[in-house]
């Protein structure tokens, strides 16, 4: 696999964190960072993902009426919780 050096200016805090994970997990300072930034980019990934099926349901009309969904909130821990509105 090819690889590309990046280079980033990290708060000491936050570096001297990096470095104890790697000594506690025996390994290299550059695979923690591997790890946390394959992580990242991951949920990054999902994220949009979500974001663009939720706007697809707002164009075609999937929505819940959103006075509907605080009614059920707040009904939530009651003696009659209502349904979960659809």
Not at 8 to 37: F, N, S, T, Y
Not at 52 to 81: C, F, N, Y
Request: glycine share 4%; charged share 30%; proline share 7%.
């Amino acid at each position: 696999m090819d690889t590309k050096v990046i280079t980033a200016h990290v708060p000491l805090p936050l570096a001297e964190k990096v470095d104890q994970l790697a000594a506690r997990l025996e390994r290299p300072r550059g695979w923690i960072v591997k790890q946390a930034l394959s992580a990242w980019v991951e949920l990054e990934e999902e994220r949009r993902r979500l974001t663009l099926e939720a706007m697809a349901d707002v164009d075609a009309g999937r929505v819940i009426d959103h006075q509907a969904v605080q009614a059920w909130a707040e009904s939530l821990g009651t003696d009659k919780p209502l349904p979960v509105p659809r």
